[in-house]
Structures are given as C-alpha cells and as structure tokens.
C-alpha cells in the first residue's frame, strides 16, 4: 500500500508499506478515506513540532471505512464508517490515573510518535473507532476531530456565559472554537490579521472582531470590556508573541490557554501573571472528546458542512503542503481524500 511520510524536515516522500494485518491489540482494519492536514502536520514537515519523531507517516484527523474486524469485537462491524482517535495512552500512569489520558507519561499519538493516517489502510483497535454521523460526508468528518480539540481547550478554560472569550486567531482552529465557544453562551471576541476570516467569524457567532493589523488589539479589548479586560482568552494562532499577548489582555482572575508547540523562546511576564493571579493552562490534544463531539453534531447543535476549502488526492500531498505554505487567505481546512 502507498502512504505519505515525512521523511525528515522538509522531506515528504511517497512509499510503499506492507498492508497492516489485524492483532489482539489492533483489532480493526480501516480503510482511510479522508484525512486533514492540520497545523501540526505542517510544523512536522518543517520540523517546527517539537513532539514529532522521524522518520513518520503523519496525519491524526482521520476518517475511513472498516473492511475487516478481529475475533469479539463488538463496537463496529465492516462497512462502518468511522473516524479514529488519535490518542494511545497507558491508562496508569498518573496522568492517566487523574483521567487525563491525553498527557499520558508515555503517550503516543497517531501522525506524531506513531504511523498516522496518511495510508491506504491502518490497524487500530476497535475502541479507537467512532461511528460518523449519517448525513456528515467522510471529507467533512475530518472537522471532528479538530472540533474534539476546540472542545479541549473551552474544557481546559471552564468557560461558561458569564466568561468574555478572546479567541487569538481564526484559522480552522480558531473557527472551530469559535463554533463550540459560541453555545456556553459567553460574549466572545474574535481577532485576526485577514478581514474575510473576521466577516465570517462575525456569521458564526463571534460578538466582536479586531483586525489587530488595523487596530490596537489591548486598546481594542479595554473599550469592549469596560476597561476590565477578557476573563478568557484562547490561543489559536500559536505565534511566538502569543502569550505575551493573550497576558496583557486577559483580565485579572482570568484564564489564558495556549496550544501551541514551539520550543524557540518566548518572553513572558511574570508580573502580568501575578498581580492578576492569572492561570495560564496548556490545552494538548483531547480527553476522550470524540463522542462529545458527535452528539453535538447529532442534536443539530454543531454543523461541519461548508468548513473544508480545499481538497487534494493523498498521493499529491507535497502539492497540498505547498499550497498551504502559500497562506492563502481562501485557506480554512485542506482534506486529503482516497478515493
């Protein structure tokens, strides 16, 4: 079978893997169909993820069909669409003991430490697989799991209707928190550098946006909160200047979540963090949010049609990195597809 590796930095070749085969373990054969190219895979390729081992088929947002199943499986059955969790934890560490799986002491995460999804066929087990929703086509599937991890970060911010929500950023990440911020019923704000981005953030739901090329994002912030500041704010563009940034205009009492992952130093300020008795909170992955994600989507409460912009067939995945190194300003999310 064909399958997309990142060889080292800046090297992405095509090779040819022998087809997975069903164990105890990995009890399942999904036949991909679909799968995203998120910000991550891209600092994978440039060597900017500071998690990534070489050499490495990336990809984590992955959605396939089940062909073949092991002896007592259960949950799913040939022909099931599915899409598959990204997260192999121990389950006894002490994280993993606390019910946070997803910083497990010896996690390993599918497209990152592991052989992801950009191949023809994987070999999971079966409680990694979630049925799709009827009704969601497989390249639409990929947003759930950028969703599970929109629904992570307002998780990991407590963020409730009282909370007013920055969101820094409004790429597919941004808009997707935008999407899952927007029903705890909190009066979000929504900065970025692209004037269409912000036009549609204000269509799904944001209260505000700041175009910070334009405007004083800090002055801008103290006018839309009475001076006070956000209680919350959520780095979704993950820039070396982020979390500075996201300090000076969370109020006191508030919660900045940063989710990026660069290792070049970044300057921060203690005393923006102590005299506001601020918490800032690392926001990785998902806990077990994929079924939470698929609720919403059932109850009609979230909807991921129209979110994918762009489509390239896997085995032109250099020509679908290159086009997302362009930054493209028509750019939301870029899906690889299998058929």
């Known amino acids: 079978m064909k399958a997309i590796q990142i060889e080292k930095p800046e090297v992405l070749k095509i090779i040819d893997m022998e087809k997975p085969v069903l164990t105890q373990q990995d009890n399942v054969i999904v036949k ?27 990809g984590h947002e992955m959605v396939g069909i089940i062909e073949e199943v092991g002896p007592g499986v259960t949950r ?150 009475d001076g006070y500041g956000v209680t919350v704010s959520i780095d979704a563009a993950c820039l070396k200047t982020s979390l500075l940034t996201l300090l000076k205009v969370t109020g006191n009492a508030g919660r900045v979540i940063t989710m990026g992952f660069s290792v070049a130093p970044t300057e921060v300020n203690q005393f923006l963090i102590t005299s506001k008795e601020l918490d800032v909170r690392g926001s990785r992955l998902q806990n077990k949010k994929f079924g939470e994600a698929i609720e919403l989507i059932k109850a009609g409460k979230l909807d991921l049609k129209g979110t994918i912009s762009h489509t390239y067939p896997f085995l032109e995945a250099q020509k679908a990195f290159d086009f997302v190194d362009t930054k493209d300003a028509s750019i939301r999310k870029v899906v690889l597809t299998f058929d």
Do not use: F, W
Request: hydrophobic share 35%.
């Open 32 to 58: 991909m169909k679909a799968a995203g190219i998120c910000g991550s895979d891209v600092g994978i390729y440039h060597g900017t993820n500071a998690a990534a081992t070489y050499p490495r088929v990336i």
């Open 76 to 225: 799913v059955k040939p022909g099931d669409r599915v899409i598959v969790d990204q997260v192999k934890s121990c389950g006894h560490c002490y994280a993993c003991r606390k019910g946070r799986g997803n910083v497990c002491g010896s996690l390993e995460v599918r497209g990152v430490h592991i052989d992801g999804g950009y191949r023809e066929y994987m070999a999971v087990p079966e409680d990694a697989c979630y049925l799709l929703p009827e009704g969601l086509s497989d390249v639409e599937a990929v947003m759930i799991e950028p969703t599970t991890i929109a629904i992570q970060s307002c998780s990991r911010a407590q963020l409730c209707a009282e909370d007013t929500l920055l969101i820094y950023g409004c790429g597919a990440l941004g808009s997707t928190i935008l999407k899952i911020a927007r029903l705890s019923g909190a009066t979000i704000i929504v900065t970025d550098v692209v004037d269409e981005k912000l036009e549609e953030a204000k269509k799904n739901g944001a209260h505000y946006t700041i175009n910070s090329m334009k405007e004083d994002l800090e002055q801008r912030v103290r006018e839309l909160t």
